[in-house]
């Protein structure tokens, strides 16, 4: 039972997969705007390196139907 998903998003649009923390690369966060999953939308599927230098494939997952407009910013802490 193989059920063909449809990608939201063109390939050119994904996030850059190095740029996404755990949860977003596992299905928990939203891959756009971080924020935790409930209703989500299948955006595509990225390849990257994981932590033990394999190469690695991701499901991205995103808000559904749209992330919400009022978001947190990211800030990177360095
Ligand atoms: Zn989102």
């Not at 390939?11 to 997969?17: A, G, H, M, T, V």
């Not at 939203?30 to 230098?53: E, H, P, Q, S, W």
Request: hydrophobic share 35%; aromatic share 6%.
């Amino acid at each position: 039972m193989t059920k063909a998903l449809e990608p939201a998003l063109p390939p050119q649009l994904l996030p850059d997969p190095a740029t996404l923390s755990g949860p977003q690369l596992n299905e928990q966060h939203c891959a756009l705007c971080g924020v935790r999953l409930y209703k989500d939308r299948f955006l595509g599927t990225v390849n990257y390196i994981d932590l033990f230098g394999n190469k690695a494939t991701a499901n991205l997952w995103g808000c559904a139907p749209a992330c919400p407009t009022v978001v947190r910013p990211r800030r990177r802490t360095s």
